[in-house]
């Protein structure tokens, strides 16, 4: 099993964004954005490209590979960057607001909340990580994660993430993540915030 973590192009943005929208159309803040089954794996790709043009843009964005396929995707923000400002922000927002244009109160209220509640001494950001649903299990998203970790732990850098299934809190436990607030989206699903500490 032959498997590669390299940084995003250009050209595995379309590609990425396919796998990401796929590992969270289930996913329940996905689902909460985005509550009409027939059009979020659309809407999740759209949302997903952006943020991985803007992440790619800071260098910041990895996808895995085994065996010339990609199996994995993971978007961070590096400490003092923000994936969501000015222009990144006003086109997820209007893809948001698009999809539900009766919700704008009670979206906008929920996604300022996760920027509230954003801790504020620089640290690496863990956006998203995805894998292939049909390989999930494997230990592609430990891999690649780990990936960054790695290059947190040699700057001495703190890291940072939101997860919104209860599921995957064990596996960011081992890997070093501790729950330190829930975030609660109005009429949704409660996010945690979990936080590394400098090892």
């Known amino acids: 099993m032959a498997v590669e973590i390299r940084l995003v192009e250009s050209a595995d943005v379309q590609e990425l964004s396919g796998l990401l929208a796929r ?11 985005f509550q009409e089954p027939k059009f979020r794996a659309t809407l999740a790709a759209a949302w997903m490209k952006v943020e991985i043009q803007c992440a790619r843009n800071m260098g910041s964005s990895w996808l895995s590979l085994e065996n010339g396929e990609v199996v994995a995707g993971s978007i961070w923000a590096p400490p003092g960057k ?15 607001l698009g999809a539900n244009p009766g919700r704008a109160d009670e979206l906008l209220k929920g996604l300022s909340k996760i920027g509230e509640m954003h801790p504020k001494q620089p640290h690496y950001y863990l956006n998203t990580v995805g894998v292939e649903p049909e390989l999930v299990g494997r230990g592609h998203g ?9 290059h947190a732990d040699q700057q001495k850098k703190p890291c940072y ?39």
């Open 23 to 33: 590992a969270f159309e289930e996913d329940p803040w996905m689902s909460w954005m």
């Open 82 to 96: 923000d994936l969501h400002e000015g222009n990144t922000f006003r086109q997820l927002w209007y893809l948001v």
């Open 142 to 150: 430990g891999d690649i994660i780990r990936h960054t970790l790695d």
């Open 161 to 199: 993430l939101e997860s919104s299934s209860e599921r995957n809190i064990p596996l960011y436990e081992r890997l070093g993540f501790k729950i330190i607030h829930g975030i609660e989206m109005p009429d949704g699903p409660t996010m945690w915030g979990m936080w590394r500490s400098i090892s």
